[in-house]
C-alpha cells in the first residue's frame, strides 16, 4: 500500500470505559449505536452547534442540560491517542508511507485533540466538519482521493465502522475493520498487513 487512511475515534484515539462517568459510557453507547444518531452525524457534519447538540443530548437522556454539556466535556477529557495505533502510525511513517486521517467529527472535538503529538505523523486530513460532508457518503471518499491524489487501489482505509468500510470499499479503497475494543489485535494484523509482508 502506498497509503494508508485511518479513522481517528476508536481507531487513532480511544478512551477507558472504568475511567468515565456512568452518564458518559451511557452516552457512548448511544452514539455508537448502529445506526449512529442523525443528530450526531449533523453535528460532525458541522450543521450543528454545541448547544443544539447539547441539548438534544438533554432530551435524549432525560438530564438536564447543564449535567449534559458536562458530558461532552468529559468526553473530549477522556479521550487519549491509542498507543498501539500511534506506534503502527509511526511505524509505517519510518517505512515511507502517506498517512492520512479521514473521520467524522465535529469543530470542538477536532479542534481540542489537535494538541495530540500524533497529529504530526499526518500528511493530511479531512474532518467531516471542515467540509460539511461525512462518513459513509461517498462524496467524502472522493474527496480524499482527489486532494490528497490518491489511486484508490493502492490505498488502505480503516476504521470501526463497517458502514462505513463497506462505503469505502465501494469506491474503490482497500479496506480493514479495526475492532475498537481490541486496538491491540487490530494493530497487529495490520502490522503483519502493511510492514511484515515487506520484510
Known sequence: MKAVIFDLGGVVLSRDKKQCSNDLVAFLDIIHSM????????????????????????????LPYSRCDEILHEAIAQTYPAPSTCQLIEDLKRRGAKIYALSNMSFEFINAFHKFPIFRQFDGEIISCHCNLIKPERAIYELAASKFELVPAETLFIDDKPVNTLAAADFGFKVFDFDRNNPELSCNELRKMLLEESL
Open 35 to 62: 445506526p449512529t444518531p442523525t443528530f450526531w452525524l449533523e453535528f460532525d457534519r458541522g450543521a450543528l452547534t454545541w448547544e443544539e447538540a447539547v441539548r438534544i443530548i438533554s432530551d435524549t437522556m432525560k
